[in-house]
């Protein structure tokens, strides 16, 4: 299948490993061109490097905190620069620490708000002109389970993850008759170090071993299994594509089974 991403520009964020970097793998695979940001410098550029030998594309990688609005900016001045257009923006990042309510201060909720909610927001913010301009861009959020199925001990993500698809699915019906999808990614439990750490987190908790935290979360999966990042990547590429002009405002689970609900 030919899904008409030769030529494209896609900028993701927190490429330089876990699911940002499958979705950067996968997109340079299928002939787009990549702006590629990540807080640690040395991480990306390897990352870069290592996606244009083995695909060929070309990449810009550098190092950009996305909380910081400055550094949003010069990534996407630098990205205009460089290739002269985004037309796919994934909206990606780590997830907040877990735990319950009484142990995040006021300190944790602006944390965790910078980083979930208005790193998309400042991001979209600054490609989308010329999105609508072109009238073609397809805008992803990967944001995870917790936004369609509240997951004990996440009190954050839960919540956060909530308001960036209402901000999402809003957003949808604004752009488009500009020919402006925007849509969200929804992993499940995915082998990345963020599940590692909640693996952690939990075992700590708890006072039960890692290894079971994994295998209690592989039991609610009805795939009996967690997830690859590659998996995630492949419906990033899709929905990014020309394929999938028609589809805009969802949010779609990559997670074995493991959301119970109808939608």
């Known amino acids: 299948m030919d899904l008409g991403l030769t030529g494209r520009v896609a900028l993701v964020a927190a490429a330089s490993k876990g699911l940002g970097r499958a979705i950067a793998e996968e997109l340079a695979a299928e002939g787009a061109k990549l702006a590629l940001c990540s807080r640690d410098a040395a991480a990306i550029e390897a990352t870069g490097r290592a996606i244009a030998a083995a695909t060929g594309a070309q990449v810009l990688a550098r190092a950009a905190d996305v909380t910081r609005p400055e550094d949003v900016a010069a990534l996407v001045d630098a990205a205009l620069e460089r290739f002269g257009k ?7 990042g780590g997830g907040p620490p877990s735990g319950p309510f009484e142990s995040h201060d006021a300190a944790a909720w602006r944390r965790a708000a910078e980083g979930v909610l208005f790193a998309p927001v400042e991001l979209t913010r600054r490609v989308l002109p010329g999105m609508k301009e072109r009238r073609w861009g397809r805008i992803l959020c990967v944001t995870g ?119």
């Open 86 to 92: 985004v037309d796919v923006l994934v909206t990606n």
């Open 145 to 263: 389970i917790a936004a369609k199925q509240p997951v004990d001990g996440l009190m954050l993500s839960n919540s956060l993850r909530a308001a960036v698809t209402g901000w999402a699915r809003t957003l949808a019906n604004e752009v488009a008759p500009f020919g402006v999808t925007v849509n969200c990614l929804v992993p499940g439990y995915t082998r990345t170090e963020r599940v590692s750490e909640l693996a952690a987190a939990t075992a700590k908790r708890e006072g039960i071993a890692e290894s079971e935290a994994l295998a209690r979360w592989e039991r609610q999966i009805p795939m009996g299994r967690l997830g690859t990042p590659h998996e995630l990547a492949a419906l990033a590429a899709f929905l990014a594509s020309e394929r999938a002009a028609y589809i805009t405002g969802t949010s779609i689970p990559v997670d074995g089974g493991w959301v119970r609900g109808l939608f």
